[in-house]
């Protein structure tokens, strides 16, 4: 261990809770308001208003391949529910008062890939598509994009190939939208990912690469393998600006979907969203759409598995991605395989670090819990990742860090006004076996 690290290790006592694999609340005391940051980050609203029309521009083609998408017109996008008897489940069960309006976004039912990758991955694959297809004369951005279902399109774009690493769910919405557009594509797959993952990729027509090391080394070895071909496209999870793009539309959307159901977000009524966060790209998106639009009346906490603690960790100590997990002792081996990574993308911890509210650790223990408790209750049913989010509303409560950030926030007494968003980032396309594995689990435990 270097000296740096044994420094971290001396002033900041949470890193030896974390590697006791304890869980940790740990909150920001460097936040600054949106405007002071705005000018020195590299993505705008602009952006995601540009990436909201491309998205746009190719509903009808998703909505002519992907049949399940027609009846929304070829727009991805899930439901904002409200969880009410979660809420009260979760007070009793982990003795915390919880305050305010609960409430799920159900990205586990968003079409073609049933997870939150269905957004920034579907996206960046839409993008490139575009970009290679008006670069060679074969579509304007006036045309109905339908016809990039045609034969001829496909065979154009068979010259080309797309590769990206991948602990599961990235790899499938990479995978069946670079197939159905007629690339070829292959997945590297960590050894966290899971086996029907790797299984329905292969059912797609994609090429899947199992390596036994952890996200890193699929990563390193992907990028290492497209970079030998001129035609290939790496989609690169830890630094790539189209994926945080394609995730920060998401906060358009969800605002509308509060406005229906006539909820404004103000001063007096915040909203605190919790996010599951593995390399940072698909909740490091969405919490900057969100600030883009809401500014300082929202506050945005990642969530972490106590064994993957990477975001934690960078955005606590300043280090972002010099260190990983395993260099301070911590395996990196969770249940929750979408979180199973064990060093932070540095584009988004840099780009968020003085607009993240916070970040906690939750053990897989209580993942499984949360688990069963979602679906004997709200009959929703999660893969174990997507409960890292929910665990964050009663830590909000029954953590002396969460009490503590609610009176410095001015919200003491005003509990009852916050609207808390837990992010469900996946569950839809689990098989119903393992699906019951894992409500069993969480049924034992409890």
């Avoid at 491309?54 to 529910?81: C, D, H, M, N, W």
């Avoid at 996206?123 to 060679?136: G, S, T, V």
């Avoid at 793009?245 to 007096?268: P, T």
Wanted: aromatic fraction near 10%; charge should be negative.
């Amino acid at each position: 261990m270097n000296d740096e690290m044994k420094e971290i290790l001396g002033r900041y006592p949470k890193m030896k809770d974390m590697q006791d694999l304890r869980e940790i609340f740990w909150t920001n005391d460097h936040m600054k308001k949106f405007y002071e940051e705005s000018g020195r980050l590299k993505v705008s609203k602009d952006d995601i208003r540009k990436a909201s029309e491309r998205l746009q521009r190719f509903a009808p083609y998703l909505a002519k391949v992907f049949p399940e998408t027609a009846a929304e017109g070829g727009i991805i996008e899930s439901p904002l529910r409200d969880i009410p008897s979660m809420k009260k489940i979760m007070s009793d069960y982990f003795s915390a008062d919880i305050k305010g309006r609960v409430m799920l976004k159900c990205d586990n039912e968003l079409k073609i890939s049933g997870s939150i990758k269905a957004r920034g991955g579907i996206y960046e694959i839409l993008k490139h598509a575009e970009d290679l297809a008006i670069e060679n004369n074969m579509l304007s951005y006036d045309d109905n994009y339908e016809k990039l279902a045609d034969e001829s399109m496909r065979e154009f774009f068979s010259r080309y190939a797309v590769a990206v690493g991948s602990t599961g769910n990235l790899g499938l919405s990479i995978g069946i939208m670079s197939a159905k557009l007629g690339f070829r594509v292959t997945v590297h797959m960590s050894a966290d990912a899971k086996q029907w993952k790797k299984d329905m990729l292969r059912s797609k027509g994609v090429e899947v690469v199992e390596y036994e090391s952890d996200y890193s080394k699929a990563v390193e070895e992907g990028r290492r393998l497209s970079d030998l071909d001129p035609m290939s496209y790496f989609v690169d999870d830890e630094n790539s600006v189209n994926l945080f793009m394609g995730y920060a539309v998401a906060a358009l959307r969800l605002e509308k979907q509060l406005k229906e159901k006539g909820i404004s977000i103000d001063s007096q009524n915040p909203l605190f969203v919790y996010l599951p966060c593995g390399v940072g790209g698909g909740p490091g998106g969405v919490a900057f759409g969100l600030k883009t639009i809401f500014m300082e009346n929202v506050h945005f906490f990642f969530a972490e598995p106590t064994h993957s603690p990477c975001m934690t960790m960078g955005c606590m100590t300043g280090t972002h991605d010099r260190f990983s997990v395993q260099d301070f002792g911590i395996d990196n081996i969770t249940s929750a395989d979408g979180l199973a990574v064990g060093r932070a993308s540095g584009f988004v911890g840099k780009t968020l670090e003085n607009l993240v509210s916070g970040c906690y650790t939750v053990t897989d223990e209580n993942m499984f819990r949360l688990l069963y408790m979602m679906a004997e209750n709200e009959h929703i049913y999660l893969e174990p990742s997507a409960l890292a989010g929910v665990a964050g509303i009663y830590r909000m409560f029954s953590s002396e860090e969460g009490k503590t950030y609610l009176r410095s926030s001015d919200l003491e007494g005003r509990e009852d006004s916050i609207i808390h968003v837990a992010w469900a980032t996946g569950g839809s396309m689990v098989p119903q076996d393992i699906m019951k594995q894992y409500c069993e689990t969480g049924k034992k435990l409890i």
